[in-house]
Nanobody, 127 residues
Framework: QVQLVESGGGLVQAGGSLRLSCAAS????????RAWFRQAPGKEREFVAA????????KYVDSVKDRFTILRDNAKNTVYLQMNNQKPEDTAVYRC????????????????????WGQGTQVTVSS
């Protein structure tokens, strides 16, 4: 059974930080690009960040650039999202995902390219 399981979500005040983790099991994901998406109530799922197989390349949605950092540790089969200077508009359920689609072909969107998804972890940022 292949699983992606997120952890690290919670309640944080504006300006604070959280670090999300996404641990994979059942398969080695070193050959997959990995990403984070988020979805707020009543909103479509939104791309947040992606990282290439080796971690050399990254992409971010404009709204989180210079605040969030995506990292991966292939030895641990885990991807992270370091979220700094959080804003209330960051409030959402955050899900991690993985795909074998070449990194350069990935586009910001709702994540149709991704084959594996976690169930999500709630991040709430209060004013």
């Amino acid at each position: 059974q292949v699983q992606l399981v997120e952890s690290g979500g919670g309640l944080v005040q504006a300006g604070g930080s959280l670090r999300l983790s996404c641990a994979a099991s059942g398969r080695t994901f070193s050959s997959y690009a990995r990403a984070w998406f988020r979805q707020a109530p009543g909103k479509e799922r939104e791309f947040v960040a992606a990282i290439s197989r080796t971690g050399v390349s990254t992409k971010y949605v404009d709204s989180v650039k210079d605040r969030f950092t995506i990292l991966r540790d292939n030895a641990k089969n885990t991807v992270y999202l370091q979220m700094n200077n959080q804003k209330p508009e960051d409030t959402a359920v955050y899900r991690c995902a993985a795909t074998k689609t070449p990194f350069l072909a990935l586009q910001a969107g709702t994540g149709s390219e991704y084959d594996y998804w976690g169930q999500g972890t709630q991040v709430t940022v209060s004013s």
